[in-house]
């Protein structure tokens, strides 16, 4: 999905929902579902021809002709949900990528996803568990804390590694009881996403 497309989508879904509950408020009895549809259906109708809708047109058409099966009004949440849930994920990714990728440039170690049969025989290496922030955001709701395991040759690069990862400026925190240290050179470490 493009930002404008996104920001279009978001933006139509606030509007709309402002709309209706500024509609609500102003109204003397209690609104029902089906009167809170008639209002949003009534609105999606006159947007559809709009300009700045016109990236969207496909979805409008798509809610006025299930507006009678569905509440419009929590297709609205949902689908301005979707999107805001998307930017997050998508942020976090890009942030855990800058991270591995400053992590690997100024430490030269080399990043790969975590596998049990290499991790044995590899040493300066950081291994990344594949799809942690999307399994996280699908469980919980949020990135939470990310997992890395290090395989190094010797103490002296484990002690580089918490060092620049202890100096680090960017979305992600290091704590001091979130790194496990093994007698053969290998650490997991956990990062807290702070974003």
């Known amino acids: 999905m493009n ?5 279009c989508v978001v933006a139509f879904c606030h509007n709309n929902l402002i709309s209706l509950y500024l509609h609500v408020s102003e109204s003397a009895r209690h609104v029902t579902t089906d009167g809170r549809n008639a209002f949003v259906l009534k609105r999606l109708k006159a947007q559809l021809k709009r300009p700045e809708n016109k ?3 496909k979805e409008i058409k798509t809610m006025i002709v299930g507006a009678g099966k569905h509440d419009l009004e929590k297709q609205l949440i949902n689908l301005a949900a979707i999107i805001e849930d998307n930017n997050y994920l998508a942020d976090a990714e890009s942030s855990w990528h800058k991270l591995l990728m ?15 049969k290499t991790e044995q025989n590899k040493g300066n290496t950081v291994f990344v568990i594949k799809d942690e922030i999307f399994d996280n955001i699908q469980s919980s ?41 093994s007698t053969d050179h290998r650490m997991l470490i956990r990062l807290n996403y702070t974003r």
């Open 55 to 57: 990236i969207i047109k």
């Open 3 to 7: 930002d404008s497309y996104k920001s």
């Open 141 to 181: 709701g949020k990135v939470g804390t990310l997992s890395i395991f290090f395989a190094s040759s010797s103490k002296e690069h484990q002690v580089t590694l918490i060092e620049y990862l202890s100096k680090l400026r960017s979305d992600f925190t290091l704590l001091p009881e979130d790194i496990e240290i």
């Open 102 to 116: 400053e992590l690997h440039n100024q430490t030269g170690f080399e990043i790969e996803p975590y596998n049990n």
